[in-house]
């Protein structure tokens, strides 16, 4: 199959975050005296959005009678601080270049809040990304697994989904390409490993960024 539109997954597909989310994460428990978690705690802990982070970084989650207050804390430190060590994998943004070169169309959609989906792909992909897609507040836009947000970026992409290919690093992912009708590509260098996603259902997989090219 020979792909001109991809539609990337941001956290642990194109972007290392997780030191970031890490530290804003940590930032917010010691600002409401809650107990600090590990680097690999904070890797199992993503993939599901912000919130959903945060609940299972929390004691008792939502539940907590402070979680707004944490909530709220991590969000205004990772506005202040999403780029202070992420970046781009090693070789994505030669991937990004090439891709776009051969005349391909490109897009992120995140469950990562909107607004800092938006500003680390102007930061970082200017060049190549035309849509950024993050947790989107309109009614009716759900975030992944729901194919809401993909569906979003076909439309402002301008294409069909016929030559599209979804490319992520979790289950969340493949289950968002499964319910936008989209085959799934799952990277092997982001949150998840390879036993991980072929449990989840995973079927192709890609251990560098430029092995996309010959796909």
């Not at 192709?204 to 796909?215: H, V, W």
Request: proline letters at 4%; hydrophobic letters at 40%; a negative charge.
């Amino acid at each position: 199959m020979t792909y001109n539109t991809y539609i990337f997954d941001l956290d642990g597909t194109l972007l290392d975050t997780l030191g970031d989310l890490a530290a804003s994460v940590n930032y917010a428990l010691r600002s409401c005296d809650m107990p600090e978690h590990s680097i690999e705690d904070i890797r199992r802990f993503v993939g599901n959005g912000v919130r959903l982070l945060m609940e299972r970084a929390v004691p008792d989650g939502a539940a907590n009678p402070r979680f707004d207050e944490a909530f709220a804390s991590f969000r205004q430190h990772y506005m202040a601080h999403s780029l202070d060590t992420t970046k781009p994998y090693d070789g994505i943004l030669e991937m990004l270049t090439a891709l776009k070169a051969k005349g391909c169309r490109m897009a992120v959609v995140s469950n990562k809040f909107y607004a800092a989906t938006q500003e680390l792909c102007r930061h970082f992909f200017a060049d190549t990304i035309d849509v950024a897609i993050g947790e989107h507040e309109a009614e009716g836009i759900r975030k992944k697994p729901a194919p809401d947000t993909v569906f979003e970026a076909l439309r402002q992409l301008g294409v069909g989904k016929e030559a599209a290919v979804y490319v992520g690093d979790s289950d969340v992912d493949i289950q968002t390409a499964r319910n936008s009708g989209l085959p799934c590509i799952s990277v092997l260098w982001g949150f998840r490993d390879r036993d991980f996603l072929q449990k989840n259902g995973a079927e192709t997989f890609i251990s560098a960024p430029s092995e996309l090219l010959s796909l």
